[in-house]
Antibody, heavy 120, light 107 residues
């Protein structure tokens, strides 16, 4: 079945780094744009980044630009989020999500999320 | 960046009620507006894309309308499983911003 599974979350000190992964299965990964969305504890959803199906274009939320980098490996069917210079406000559940047809139509498949805690 | 504002932030209603949630965009987004439902501890679920297209498997009591800057999500007859938080999201231009959410609770 169509599935996304995130991993790589954990506790990291401010200023530290972490790399999240999202393993895709059950669909042709290389045909879909992919997103990262996060949710701080008790807060709403925040869109973080998108990468086009072929990796040719990437866009970011202003709050993460220059610190978080999205990438993908279409041979390994895996999406990544490299997180550098982490701050307390990056503490959140991070979800990967698939574009439904194109980015205009929203995100139709979501992972279960992985938790990142930035704390000393 | 396009700002999305939802109203109300929270809402109490009875099973069987008709409920409407409103979402406003700070600039025109055509029909590039999507609605999600999220239950506690779960990932969001796409309900409606491009303002009014119901996702496969979503009950017909859910409907969406609007274009430009004003959008609505309507639930025609609330069921117990509909009590959740609802978010709108614009996908007209990056960053693809979400509204702050509307928490729908049982009265």
């Amino acid at each position: 079945q169509v599935q996304l599974v995130e991993s790589g979350g954990g506790v990291v000190q401010p200023g530290g780094s972490l790399r999240l992964s999202c393993a895709a299965s059950g669909f042709t990964f290389s045909s879909y744009g992919m997103n990262w969305v996060r949710q701080a504890p008790g807060k709403g959803l925040e869109w973080v980044a998108i990468i086009w199906s072929d990796g040719s274009n990437k866009y970011y939320a202003d709050s993460v630009k220059g610190r978080l980098t999205v990438s993908r490996d279409n041979f390994k069917n895996t999406l990544y989020l490299q997180m550098n210079s982490l701050r307390a406000e990056d503490t959140a559940v991070y979800y990967c999500a698939r574009d439904f047809s194109s980015s205009y139509y929203g995100m139709d498949v979501w992972g279960q999320g992985t938790t990142v805690t930035v704390s000393s | 960046d396009i700002q999305m504002t939802q109203s109300p932030s929270s809402l109490s209603a009875f099973v069987g009620d008709r409920v409407t949630i409103t979402c406003w965009a700070s600039q025109t987004i055509s029909s590039y507006l999507n609605w999600y439902q999220q239950k506690p501890g779960k990932a969001p679920k796409l309900l409606i894309s491009t303002a009014s297209s119901l996702q496969s498997g979503v009950p017909s009591r859910f409907s969406g309308s609007g274009s430009g800057t004003d959008f609505t999500l309507t639930i025609s007859s609330l069921q117990p499983e509909d009590f959740a938080t609802y978010y709108c999201q614009q996908t007209s231009s990056t960053p693809y911003t979400f509204g702050q959410g509307t928490k729908l609770e049982i009265k």
